[in-house]
């Protein structure tokens, strides 16, 4: 049917409809089954929460093509990865990966580099937020440090999500998150070693000046008794 065909058949026919994924490899494929041939657009998109929105990745949508399983090229499985069908301007459907044997964490960051000059940005609330103007506002996620990032894409300790072959000029990243968390968990706690130590040693101090006073009065006592 289509599109302006009778609503509520429009409606039960979606509702007869699911997306199933696959996952081979370094390869994700698709399969939209439904009772007949859909107008739709398979939109993959990003999710770390499954409470919160989806983040659609710029550039990667593409025509839903038959019932057959139907690979998006060069987007490599992540358990964040979600698939989105669209019809008609409205989400019809979404499944998302959540396979916890997949490479990569929840909590990774997702970044997009411009292979025309190299830059970095972080994909947030369906926006790229460049990565300087994220550390410098101080929200979202606590530790974050640009160069770092940065170094991290350029030693290859970031996963690469989707191939640079594509037609779109962009690169994405999935970078680990919970290692910049350790790290900042681990000075907060040498700080507060390092404070505490202080403290001790300041106490330590203030108890041999006690003695020592102590002592002098004793010592002046004594001298006056003679």
């Known amino acids: 049917p289509s599109p302006g065909a009778d609503a509520e058949a429009w ?9 199933v994924l696959h996952t081979t490899g370094h390869t994700l494929t698709c399969s939209l089954l439904a009772p ?21 990745l710029p550039g990667l ?3 839903a093509m038959g019932h057959g399983p139907q690979e998006i090229k060069g987007l490599r499985p992540h358990p964040n990865l979600c698939v989105q069908v669209w019809s008609s301007e409205q989400i019809r459907l979404t499944q998302c990966l959540r396979d916890g044997m997949l490479p990569g964490h929840p909590d990774d960051l997702l970044l997009l580099e411009h292979r025309a000059n190299a830059s970095l940005c972080m994909l947030e609330q369906d ?14 996620h606590p530790g974050l440090l640009e160069q770092e990032l940065q170094r991290d894409v ?28 350790h790290a900042r968990w681990a000075l907060a ?38």
């Open 11 to 19: 409606e039960r026919l979606w509702l007869r409809s699911r997306l």
């Open 36 to 56: 007949c041939d859909l107008q739709a657009e398979l939109v993959p998109c990003w999710q770390p929460v499954p409470t919160e929105s989806c983040h659609v």
């Open 189 to 226: 706690w040498m700080g507060v070693l390092l404070g505490a130590a202080c403290i001790l040693l300041l106490l330590l101090l203030k108890k041999e000046d006690v003695k020592g006073w102590m002592k002098s009065l004793r010592t002046g006592y004594g001298s006056e008794g003679e």
């Open 127 to 140: 926006t790229c937020m460049p990565l300087a103007s994220f550390h410098s506002m101080g929200a979202g």
């Open 154 to 181: 350029s030693a290859g300790h970031c996963r690469q999500i989707w191939h640079p072959e594509n037609s779109t000029g962009i690169t994405l990243w999935a970078c680990p998150m919970h290692k910049y968390v």
């Open 61 to 63: 949508q593409q025509p």
